[in-house]
């Protein structure tokens, strides 16, 4: 496992396709120290950061592409199947 301090913060998470559900304005991360938590609705699912995948311990994969300034573009898998896409950018507030 390595840390990820360019990932390091708060994100918001914006839906793109997928199985995925809608999430503007529901869905953050936050990571600290290449640990990381997606959060939703108060409810906190715990991640590892490797390199630039969010390893969940449930058999899910969030696998991260830089996007320039705009921040990542994301694919997310389960058990190595892509299950939807998404994309973070930097959260404006901490709300």
Known sequence: MTGGN????????HRTGGALPPMRGI???RIENGRGWTIALGVRLP?????LS???????VDELVPNGRA????????????????????????R
């Open 27 to 29: 869905v953050r991360k």
């Open 6 to 13: 360019e990932l390091d913060g708060l994100w918001d998470v």
């Open 47 to 51: 991640f590892a950061v490797d390199g």
């Open 71 to 94: 921040g990542y573009e994301g694919t997310t898998k389960l058990f190595g199947r892509t299950v939807g896409t998404f994309r973070l950018t930097r959260a404006t507030s901490t």
């Open 54 to 60: 969010l390893r969940y311990p449930v058999g899910l």
